[in-house]
């Protein structure tokens, strides 16, 4: 067994400290932020339309695609970097970016100034998640690690819901007080986005005070400053660098990344053809191209990290399967204020408090309940944690249907509040399990790679794709209840999974080992 996985052994019987549990908290109030800004857009995404004169299509670009591709493309090299940089100061960097990009999308007044506020947006929030997964996992002994990091993943539902409730107060006191405008011509949506994002920029001076826990020194790190090594991981995911990377490796590596840029461009032209919507599929198209050329390079620059995460089965399949929960999550938390807005003509006050609240608390509940069943089953059963990510699928399938077939708002509240529990359960046991499958000094990346996943199938198409089949069918309904299809895919990625994590996870060191024996 390597130094890094007995390290990790001895620690896995101690207890977190109370430091430990301190800092878990500015990390989880950095979260709740994060989803403040990433979601408000989906309260005032009715007076966006009106006013920008939007589909519902674009509306799910902007809430989807324009975000989620840069937010999982910098993911990936920002991960890399958590893993051999000074976390804390990345996230304090990151939360800087992400806050300023938040207040400047109060100053769009176009659908493009907008697109770009909300790419910026994407690029600064890349860098929470893998330094927070990293830093948890290094505060926190594997034993407590899925509790940890359900608990850091309420903030997700806690910003979610609070976005709600802060986005349509501040627009509706705005445009009362300024009916035809206020200073410089903003609107209340426009205030919304200033509101919430200028605090960040506060709160990065806490962030900033935070200690870096000690880990071991990585001894397969470069020689280089791990800034530079960042640039260089960027240039994997940016063409036309992506080519000079796939030249050191042969002309085979050249002609099979032309034949993926070839087909992914293809795909992108049908696409549009058939749905009218360039943005999205040309974000989708280099997202994807851009993520094989990493993963290509990766395989030569670290084989270790490629084999414990692109060349694992379980690690795949488990970030899918999850990927594809998130996708229904990702949507319903997008188009659930829009929809009761537009179809059950619901007070835009009204829907804020009770879908806000409502959002919060089954969150809340849903992904710390998740996290506590998916550490006691995984204390019986190696592969327990995936049982709850199934669950996370299956469970919100009636609610779904129910909410979104009813005319009644208090039974759309009851079930869109079971829904989004019963999904919110799954995200600490996927997210837990991956960690387990890698070496500590590959946390970060791993956490990158698995956001990949939530990001390029869950945020990118789920909105996006509720936006598209209500802009086909002429029904929002319809749109939403689309979501119930992803199910069955899934739930056969999960049960192969399951199947196959625990010999994955009993033979990391070994497979670790013989991968960077056969690379050198």
Not at 67 to 95: E, N, S
Not at 255 to 268: F, Q
Not at 439 to 447: E, N, S, V, Y
Request: one cysteine or more; a positive charge; hydrophobic letters at 55%.
């Amino acid at each position: 067994m390597s130094d890094e996985a007995t390290a990790a052994q001895g620690r896995s019987d101690q207890s977190a400290s109370a430091y430990s549990w301190y800092a878990l908290g500015v990390l989880v109030v950095v979260y709740i932020l994060n989803f403040i800004d990433r979601q408000i857009l989906s309260i005032l995404a009715v007076d966006i339309k009106r006013d920008l004169g939007l589909t519902d299509g674009q509306l799910g670009f902007l809430g989807g695609a324009a975000f989620a591709v840069f937010y999982a493309l910098f993911g990936v090299p920002l991960g890399r970097l958590a893993d051999r940089w000074h976390r804390v100061r990345l996230l304090t960097i990151g939360l800087v970016l992400w806050s300023t990009m938040t207040a400047f999308s109060g100053l769009a007044r176009n659908y493009l100034t907008l697109s770009l506020a909300r790419m910026g947006v994407g690029v600064g929030e890349a860098t929470a998640s893998p330094t927070a997964y990293s830093l948890i996992s290094d505060y926190f002994p594997a034993r407590q690690r899925g509790t940890a990091l359900a608990i850091y993943s309420s903030g997700l539902y806690i910003g979610g819901g609070v976005s709600l409730l802060i986005g349509a107060k501040i627009s509706k006191v705005w445009d009362a007080a300024y009916p035809a405008g206020g200073l410089g011509g903003l609107v209340g949506w426009q205030a919304a986005f200033l509101a919430v994002g200028l605090p960040g920029v506060l709160l990065a001076a806490w962030v900033a005070s935070l200690r870096e826990p000690e880990r071991l020194p990585d001894r397969e790190a470069g020689q280089h400053h791990p800034l530079r090594d960042f640039f260089v991981d960027l240039s994997m995911l940016l063409p036309p660098f992506t080519l000079l990377h796939a030249m050191k490796r042969g002309a085979m590596a050249v002609m099979i990344n032309l034949a993926m840029a070839a087909a992914m461009i293809a795909l992108a032209l049908v696409m549009i053809r058939l749905t009218g919507n360039v943005p999205q599929w040309s974000a989708m198209t280099f997202g994807y191209y851009a993520v094989f050329s990493w993963a290509a390079t990766l395989r030569r620059h670290d084989p270790a990290t490629f084999q414990l995460i692109w060349g694992t089965p379980a690690f795949i399949c488990t970030a899918l399967g999850y990927g594809l929960v998130s996708l229904g999550a990702y949507a319903l938390a997008f188009w659930s204020a829009p929809y009761a807005e537009t179809v059950l003509k619901l007070p835009k006050d009204e829907l804020a408090f009770v879908l806000g609240g409502s959002g919060a608390l089954s969150g809340f509940l849903g992904v710390i309940f998740g996290g506590r069943m998916s550490d006691w089953l995984r204390g019986r059963n190696p592969s327990g944690r995936i049982l709850v990510v199934m669950f996370g699928i299956l469970a919100p399938i009636i609610p779904i249907w129910v909410g979104f077939t009813t005319d009644s708002p208090a039974l759309f509240y009851a079930m869109n509040f079971l829904a989004g529990m019963f999904a919110a359960t799954a995200l600490g046991a996927a997210a837990a399990t991956t960690q387990d499958l890698v070496l500590p000094r590959m946390r970060g990346t791993a956490t990158a790679s698995f956001f990949l996943a939530t990001t390029l199938v869950g945020l990118a198409i789920g909105p996006y794709m509720v936006g598209q089949i209500s802009d086909l069918t002429g029904s929002m309904r319809i749109g939403v209840l689309s979501l119930i299809g992803v199910a069955p895919i899934s739930l056969a990625l999960l049960i192969y999974a399951y199947r196959a994590l625990p010999k994955a996870e009993s033979t990391i060191a070994e497979r670790a080992r013989i991968a960077a024996g056969t690379a050198a």
